[in-house]
């Protein structure tokens, strides 16, 4: 199985401020058909996770583009800037390149 | 608007049997991969099963160490996905949640319904 390993596991931040979070794969995310399926998603308090980022670096439906994603291969990144207190919660990245698709631990995201 | 709500949760003893129901609305059911991930106490996520369109001959995927006590379906007509689940564990506690997948993600997520298994 592919392992998914985040770091930090939790961070703090000021409003306004920005962060990132790293996300690595135990084996390369490129699909044979040369997509690379890194998801990112958030879990506020009390809620399901919902969808962030796709395919490594691609927004989401309504999502700010205070979010942004990079990476390829088997290191990603997540980068929040100019943070507002909707967006503390826990970040989890998520692989749906090979079965079983799996998710890191989480990072969570908390105000200093 | 697009909406996946989740039911049949419980407490149940180990070695007992529970089926969740997902129903859903705001999409094309017909030709969606649905999905069923829970969460555990520890606040990890842990894909279960997948079922994939009548395109794809709804073929079916499970993790490895639910394979034989879990059983994905779904129900076209219906706009529903089920998951039986048989000889429940103690580890099964979770919260389940059902989700579609979309290339590769998962775009959209129910509430979610809780699990607890427990004599």
């Known amino acids: 199985d592919v392992v998914m390993t985040q770091t930090p596991v939790s961070l703090s931040v000021s409003l306004g401020g920005q962060v990132s979070i790293s996300c690595r794969s135990s084996?390369?995310?490129?699909?044979?058909?040369?997509?690379?399926?890194l998801s990112w998603y958030l879990q506020k308090p009390g809620q399901s996770p919902q969808l962030l980022i796709y395919?490594?670096?691609n927004r989401f439906s309504g999502i700010s583009d205070r979010f942004s994603g990079s990476g390829s291969g088997t290191d990603f990144t997540l980068k929040i800037s100019r943070v507002e207190p909707d967006d503390l919660g826990v970040y989890y990245c998520?692989?749906?390149?090979?079965?079983?698709?799996?998710f890191g631990a989480g990072t969570k995201l908390e105000l200093k | 608007e697009v909406q996946l709500v989740e039911t049949g949760g419980g407490l149940v003893q180990p070695g007992n049997s529970l089926k969740l129901s997902c129903a859903t609305s705001?999409?094309?059911?017909?030709?969606?991969?649905m999905n069923w991930i829970r969460q555990t106490p520890g606040k990890r996520l842990e894909w279960l099963a997948q079922?994939?369109?009548?395109?794809?001959?709804?073929?079916?995927s499970y993790l490895e160490s639910v394979k034989g006590r879990f059983t994905i379906s779904r129900d076209d007509s219906k706009s529903s996905v089920y998951l039986q689940m048989n000889n429940l564990k103690e580890e099964d506690t979770a919260i389940y949640y059902c989700?579609?997948?979309?290339?590769?993600?998962?775009?959209?997520w129910g509430q979610g319904v809780m699990v607890t298994v427990s004599s």
């Open positions: 084996q390369s995310l490129v699909h044979n058909n040369g997509n690379t399926y």
């Open positions: 989700t579609r997948l979309r290339r590769g993600y998962f775009d959209y």
């Open positions: 395919k490594v670096s």
């Open positions: 079922i994939e369109d009548k395109s794809n001959n709804y073929f079916i």
């Open positions: 998520g692989q749906g390149t090979q079965y079983p698709y799996t």
């Open positions: 705001g999409f094309t059911f017909s030709t969606a991969w």
